[in-house]
């Protein structure tokens, strides 16, 4: 009979006490404005934990109880715990199905910081709008929302399609649609969005940058220039 969910959720737990670095976590709690719980592991420990237990767990028990962990995971306020859900189901994304996306889209009201949110936005749901371009209509939900993260995710959540050339008339919509939020983890979203579009495109997205510079948050034009020629960069933050 297999173990519950939650007894292998709390072994994981466990594994993350018991490796915890006291001086990589002092490092992370400045890291972040916002107090946040930490047990001070590096992403690329933690993806090396994360690839051991997917096989294991997934080999034992199958999919769905591997998503079971992650989701009794993704609860709470350790930073570690919910990357390492994020990246546990991470090598199992193209086999998600609908009723998984609704799943994940639940998780974004549990993130409590930006690395947790981009963990899942990036890794899970950015790959899954670009596997299924019908899921797109969540993103404008999401921009409509009270939640920051949900939000911030409209943006981020494109960077997987704009950086294989996609999804240009939604980032343009979601452009328009996050410009006035007064957000700085939203104008943060934003604003990568935008530079990773104009690395991509430069020759689209500059009319795009110089046809909201007016009305933009600097936070947003700085980081959407940050890869820009300096002299696109000072056409788009001259006053």
Aim: hydrophobic residues 45%; charged residues 30%.
């Amino acid at each position: 009979m297999s173990k519950p969910v939650a007894y292998i959720a709390d072994h994981l737990r466990r594994v993350l006490t018991n490796g915890a670095s006291a001086p990589h976590t002092e490092e992370v709690q400045r890291f972040f404005k916002d107090e946040i719980q930490s047990r001070g592991w590096y992403t690329n420990e933690l993806r090396k934990l994360a690839r051991r237990f997917t096989r294991v767990i997934r080999g034992d028990e199958g999919l769905d109880y591997l998503v079971g962990v992650a989701d009794n995971l993704y609860h709470g306020s350790v930073l570690e715990e919910k990357v390492l859900a994020v990246l546990l189901l991470e090598p199992c994304v193209a086999d998600f199905t609908s009723a998984h996306f609704k799943l994940f889209d639940a998780w974004l009201d549990r993130a409590s910081t930006w690395a947790d949110h981009d963990a899942l936005v990036q890794y899970i749901l950015g790959y899954m709008i670009v596997a299924d371009p019908r899921r797109l209509r969540r993103i404008f939900i999401w921009s409509r929302s009270r939640n920051r993260w949900r939000r911030r995710a409209s943006a981020v959540a494109l960077l997987r399609g704009t950086n294989q050339g996609l999804f240009w008339d939604e980032v343009q919509q979601i452009t328009h649609a996050l410009l006035k939020d007064e957000d700085d983890m939203v104008q943060k979203g934003l604003g990568w969005l935008l530079r990773e579009t104009a690395r991509y495109d430069g020759a689209r997205t500059m009319p795009l940058l110089m046809s909201i510079r007016a009305q933009a948050p600097r936070l947003v034009l700085r980081t959407a220039c940050e890869r820009l020629s300096p002299a696109d960069r000072q056409r788009v933050l001259a006053r």
